[in-house]
T-cell receptor
Framework: AQKITQTQPGMFVQEKEAVTLDCTYDTSDPSYGLFWYKQPSSGEMIFLIY??????QNATEGRYSLNFQKARKSANLVISASQLGDSAMYFC?????????????FGTGTKLQVIP | DTGVSQDPRHKITKRGQNVTFRCDPI?????LYWYRQTLGQGPEFLTYFQNEAQLEKSRLLSDRFSAERPKGSFSTLEIQRTEQGDSAMYLCASSSTVGTGVNIQYFGAGTRLSVL
């Protein structure tokens, strides 16, 4: 069974600084996809970034980048130049091969608080 | 493009009552998903549709739960004889099979259910 582990329940970062949110995963499937979502207090899950297991380069989307270390099975999210609006829950997730890769398995999340 | 819309945003009900939630996916997205999120956890997969066909159901989806997507557009999730353990955020997501093949699921803001 696939598993996503986020070991940081909460993180603080100073505004304008960079922060890394940790994610490790476990799967026996050679083909998988990893996602990061942001969930503000309003509740909506906002897609941030995607990394495929066969992608040669680390994914980047604006201030978000994914530090993908396949051998270590880690997919850490790096947020550069933190902003107050980045305060939210962040979830790492993996596409599950069961059910034709339609199911996404989520970690327990990291609560990020940006300090002015 | 208005995003995934869920209604109502909040629902308070008494134990034993039936409730129904609605989800309107992003237009022309042929896949629709339901997830449940309890406090302090990531979303957990419940079920998904491709067009009007319900292709997978989680073991979490007990007999009291039923989901429909009659015309392949909006979907409803009904919970019969609600129990206090049903209290959670119910999230809907949609995705499209057209394009790059990366199955990015876009989420709505959720319906928060409180069973008294």
């Amino acid at each position: 069974a696939q598993k996503i582990t986020q070991t940081q329940p909460g993180m603080f970062v100073q505004e304008k600084e960079a922060v890394t949110l940790d994610c490790t995963y476990d799967t026996s499937d050679p083909s998988y996809g990893l996602f990061w979502y942001k969930q503000p207090s309003s509740g909506e899950m906002i897609f941030l970034i995607y990394q495929g297991s066969y992608d040669q380069q680390n994914a980047t989307e604006g201030r978000y980048s994914l530090n993908f270390q396949k051998a270590r099975k880690s997919a850490n999210l790096v947020i550069s130049a933190s902003q107050l609006g980045d305060s939210a829950m962040y979830f790492c997730a993996m596409r599950d091969p069961s059910g034709g890769y339609q199911k996404v398995t989520f970690g327990t999340g990291t609560k990020l608080q940006v300090i002015p | 493009d208005t995003g995934v819309s869920q209604d109502p945003r909040h629902k308070i009900t008494k134990r034993g009552q039936n409730v129904t939630f609605r989800c309107d996916p992003i237009s022309e997205h042929n896949r629709l998903y339901w997830y449940r999120q309890t406090l302090g956890q990531g979303p957990e997969f419940l079920t998904y549709f491709q067009n009007e066909a319900q292709l997978e159901k989680s073991r979490l989806l007990s007999d009291r739960f039923s989901a429909e997507r009659p015309k392949g557009s909006f979907s409803t999730l009904e919970i019969q004889r609600t129990e206090q353990g049903d209290s959670a955020m119910y999230l809907c997501a949609s995705s499209s099979t057209v394009g790059t093949g990366v199955n990015i699921q876009y989420f709505g803001a959720g319906t928060r259910l409180s069973v008294l």
